[in-house]
Nanobody, 125 residues
């Protein structure tokens, strides 16, 4: 079971990026799991960004990105997305997707059992 994050890159402040997180394996690996995005900037701890429940109807965001980022999922494709708009230099980080052990939305890293390898987002000023 693997999670593959993609879509990172270099963007100017005010720009947009869309990250994707696809699960590889047999069948719909995480269709019953909550999913989340986290990020880790250089020298800082990994922090919560956004979460979505198994059905895609409930979402939760950190205050720092609320109103700018949107998490969504396509269960048929076993893929989770993070649409990032109005990017700021302080959004620069490696972004990780993760699958939770349960079906809801979770902030705590400990609630997540599977992690992707991360994709780098760099926002220039």
């Amino acid at each position: 079971v693997q999670l593959q994050a993609s879509g990172g890159g270099l963007v100017q402040a005010g720009g947009s990026l869309r990250l994707s997180c696809a699960a590889s394996g047999r069948g719909r690996m995480f269709s019953n799991n909550g999913m989340g995005w986290f990020r880790q900037a250089p020298g800082k701890e990994r922090e919560f960004v956004a979460a979505i429940n198994w059905r895609g109807r409930d979402t939760y965001y950190s205050d720092s990105i609320k109103g700018r980022f949107t998490i969504s999922r396509d269960t048929a494709k076993d893929t989770v997305y993070l649409q990032m708009n109005s990017l700021k230099p302080e959004d620069t980080a490696v972004y990780f997707c993760a699958a939770a052990r349960r079906a809801g939305t979770y902030v705590d890293l400990g609630e997540y059992a599977y992690w992707g390898q991360g994709t780098l987002v760099t926002v220039s000023s």
